[in-house]
């Protein structure tokens, strides 16, 4: 199957820095990544 780099998403997961409390269980927070300014 081949790749389409003009209609990629990346789905990523990452914390606030700014966000306090417990280090064993942080606030994680999922994102999704769309490429909106191609030139395809």
């Not at 998403?9 to 999704?32: A, C, E, H, K, T």
Request: charged share 10%; net charge negative; proline share 12%.
């Amino acid at each position: 199957m081949p790749l389409n780099p003009c209609q990629s998403q990346f789905l990523y997961q990452g914390i606030d820095p700014d966000v306090g409390g417990d280090r064993n269980s942080p606030p994680w927070r999922m994102g999704l990544l769309t490429q909106t300014n191609s030139t395809c």
